[in-house]
């Protein structure tokens, strides 16, 4: 039942499977090492599987058997992809994971690769048909996974580009490269004589600029806005602080708040001092009421000659399980004189006399009560 090929596929299936589990229990489940072994173990199966079905590319009879024998072994490519996947696994092991991941990739491709094309080189002794038997084989998992990584490689190399050349130039080379695929589609479509080596030829001329210019512009490294702003680094919780200094986040702040916008209140700073009003309601308060647990808009308006933010304390909080207690609350950007700004936020639980909410303005003394009932 079990050919002699299919054996050692077999065995291979269960060992890394059997090494996986063990690896999950004993090492480290998260790990990637538990991946590769299970992905070893899908591509031995898979392998048993083709040899079980070719019934290892035996031939039937005695003159077959002497021509198969007796045909030339292909010149083929695998051995040396499958030898330097290895190389690639052994450096991703030593630098980075994605390194390591595209070597495991590589490994297993080549892998199959050279395994349907030595059951192929044994199918006859006619080359040609041979190669008919391969593309039947293989070919339906060639193409697609060949689109996937030439798709992938010219995505990541437009990426490169647009990220190295200026904002202004940007769109233009955009209208470019789209009006260089219509005019080959358009090509191909109507002359004939343009399909076959020509079409191959300046395809692969688009492909080696964008290539080419990927190279030349990872090497030049990003253009200097977005250099400064991943120095800036604006998203890290540090450069998020909600005091009175200007911080990485004000950068380009909008300072206008639509008309649309659905405000529960309006909180103003006028020298030196800070008051709200309610909608519809001219006279100033010293509390705002809101809804628990629903988005709130609250409009902040600074009449002030200085710059200033509005910040909304929404109380404190555990984290977790360390006893840690941190600071509830989130704040506008600075806002110029005569600017607004809207602060958004959910109060998720009401108000008490331990934990009071409130509005202020760094900088700037007093605070309005937020009420959440």
């Given at each position: 039942?079990?050919?002699?090929?299919?054996?050692?596929?077999?065995?291979?299936?269960?060992?890394?499977?059997?090494?996986?589990?063990?690896?999950?229990?004993?090492?480290?489940?998260?790990?990637?090492?538990v991946i590769a072994l299970i992905g070893v173990a899908i591509a031995g199966a898979l392998i048993a599987g083709f040899t079980l079905l070719t019934r290892?590319?035996?031939?039937?009879?005695?003159?077959?058997?002497?021509?198969?024998?007796?045909?030339?072994?292909?010149?083929?490519?695998?051995?040396?992809?499958?030898?330097?996947?290895?190389?690639?696994?052994?450096?991703?092991?030593?630098?980075?994971?994605?390194?390591?991941?595209?070597?495991?990739?590589?490994?297993?491709?080549?892998?199959?690769?050279?395994?349907?094309?030595?059951?192929?080189?044994?199918?006859?002794?006619?080359?040609?048909?041979?190669?008919?038997?391969?593309?039947?084989?293989?070919?339906?998992?060639?193409?697609?996974?060949?689109?996937?990584?030439?798709?992938?490689?010219?995505?990541?190399?437009?990426?490169?580009?647009?990220?190295?050349?200026?904002?202004?130039?940007?769109?233009?080379?955009?209208?470019?490269?789209?009006?260089?695929?219509?005019?080959?589609?358009?090509?191909?479509?109507?002359?004939?004589?343009?399909?076959?080596?020509?079409?191959?030829?300046?395809?692969?001329?688009?492909?080696?600029?964008?290539?080419?210019?990927?190279?030349?512009?990872?090497?030049?490294?990003?253009?200097?806005?977005?250099?400064?702003?991943?120095?800036?680094?604006?998203?890290?919780?540090?450069?998020?602080?909600?005091?009175?200094?200007?911080?990485?986040?004000?950068?380009?702040?909008?300072?206008?708040?639509?008309?649309?916008?659905?405000?529960?209140?309006?909180?103003?700073?006028?020298?030196?001092k800070v008051y709200a009003q309610l909608v519809g309601i001219s006279t100033k308060v010293d509390s705002v009421l809101v809804s628990r647990s629903t988005?709130?808009?609250?409009?902040?308006?600074?009449?002030?000659?200085?710059?200033?933010?509005?910040?909304?304390?929404?109380?404190?909080?555990?984290?977790?399980?360390?006893?840690?207690?941190?600071?509830?609350?989130?704040?506008?950007?600075?806002?110029?004189?005569?600017?607004?700004?809207?602060?958004?936020?959910?109060?998720?639980?009401?108000?008490?006399?331990?934990?009071?909410?409130?509005?202020?303005?760094?900088?700037?003394?007093?605070?309005?009560?937020?009420?959440?009932?």
């Amino acid at each position: 039942m079990f050919t002699p090929g299919s054996k050692y596929f077999l065995g291979l299936t269960g060992l890394s499977f059997v090494s996986a589990v063990l690896y999950m229990f004993f090492v480290n489940p998260n790990d990637l090492g538990v991946i590769a072994l299970i992905g070893v173990a899908i591509a031995g199966a898979l392998i048993a599987g083709f040899t079980l079905l070719t019934r290892d590319g035996d031939v039937f009879t005695a003159d077959e058997a002497v021509e198969a024998a007796a045909q030339p072994i292909t010149p083929s490519i695998w051995p040396l992809a499958f030898a330097l996947s290895l190389a690639v696994v052994l450096v991703g092991m030593a630098t980075r994971p994605i390194v390591f991941v595209v070597g495991v990739g590589l490994f297993f491709g080549s892998g199959i690769e050279w395994a349907i094309q030595n059951w192929a080189n044994r199918a006859s002794a006619d080359a040609e048909f041979n190669g008919f038997v391969r593309a039947r084989a293989i070919s339906a998992l060639e193409y697609p996974g060949l689109a996937t990584i030439a798709g992938g490689i010219m995505a990541f190399s437009f990426s490169r580009v647009f990220l190295g050349i200026s904002k202004e130039f940007g769109p233009i080379l955009f209208i470019i490269a789209a009006a260089f695929i219509l005019a080959v589609g358009v090509a191909l479509a109507y002359k004939p004589s343009f399909r076959g080596k020509p079409a191959i030829s300046t395809i692969l001329v688009g492909v080696l600029v964008v290539v080419g210019g990927a190279v030349a512009f990872t090497a030049k490294g990003e253009r200097h806005e977005l250099l400064e702003v991943a120095k800036a680094d604006e998203y890290n919780i540090k450069n998020r602080e909600c005091g009175a200094e200007s911080a990485p986040t004000d950068h380009l702040a909008n300072n206008n708040v639509s008309m649309r916008a659905s405000i529960a209140a309006t909180i103003t700073v006028e020298d030196g001092k800070v008051y709200a009003q309610l909608v519809g309601i001219s006279t100033k308060v010293d509390s705002v009421l809101v809804s628990r647990s629903t988005d709130t808009n609250i409009l902040f308006r600074n009449l002030d000659s200085e710059e200033h933010r509005l910040m909304v304390n929404l109380g404190t909080q555990k984290i977790s399980t360390t006893g840690v207690v941190e600071k509830v609350g989130t704040c506008t950007q600075l806002t110029g004189k005569g600017q607004e700004n809207v602060i958004t936020f959910t109060a998720p639980k009401p108000s008490t006399a331990d934990q009071q909410y409130s509005f202020t303005v760094p900088g700037i003394t007093g605070e309005i009560k937020l009420v959440v009932p």
